[in-house]
């Protein structure tokens, strides 16, 4: 196996699926039966999910709402979709936990690395709810930040493009993929893969990012059966 411990990064908008909002259950499966496959194989997975799919501050603040608050009903969101992946988890009779960084048993166990690291050790696969538990931030620094906490080996983040390329690949057809490229390229190029806050905390404490599409199941083990269909980021 390429990774011991590895930090996946979903994002909420992936939940959507085919039907374009909410939660769809079949992806739910789809993503719940890869990593279970490779948690099966010893790799140790925690997971940062965001909430996209219901609610982002952002555009919350747009419509008028309050930014912080819009912020915590963004940070409420990756909470539910967190419960939907947890439960999807215990249908295929994967041990899973969820940790919230915002106290709110009996939802989850409040965060802390030393009792996601002690679950993780134990073989459960830990979903970690609520970004960083601070508004201004996205769950895409969340990431970053849990990654180096729980001394993970990469940050993986999963999305449906096959990863990094010169321009989005959805609008512009002769963008270009890259195998590795490094940290400073992504800010220089202002790459939208994922935010600026959360690659230069990656660059800064040298946490590496491979970036992937998850909705092509298989995808996972393959990344970590060391098989480069993605693209790594590096110093
Ligand atoms: N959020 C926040 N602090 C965090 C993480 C998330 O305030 O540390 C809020 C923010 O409003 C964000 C929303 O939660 O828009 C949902 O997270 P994100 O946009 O990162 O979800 P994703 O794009 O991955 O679905």
Redesign the pocket.
Known sequence: MEYKRILLKL???SLQGKQGFGIDTERLHEYTEQIKAIAQQGVQVAIVI????I????SGSKRGFDRVK???M??L??CINALALASAFEAIDQPVRVLTSICMEPIGNHYSPDKAKRLLNKGNVVILAG????????????SSLRALEIQADVMLKGTRVDGIYTADPEKDPTARKFETITYDEVIRRGLKVMDQTATVMCKENGMPIYVFNMDKPGNLGKVMNGEKIGTLVTP
């Open positions: 994002s909420g908008e965001g909430g996209g799919n609610f982002r501050g952002l819009g912020d915590q963004g940070m969101a990756t970004g960083t538990g601070s508004p201004y931030f996205t769950t895409d620094t969340g």
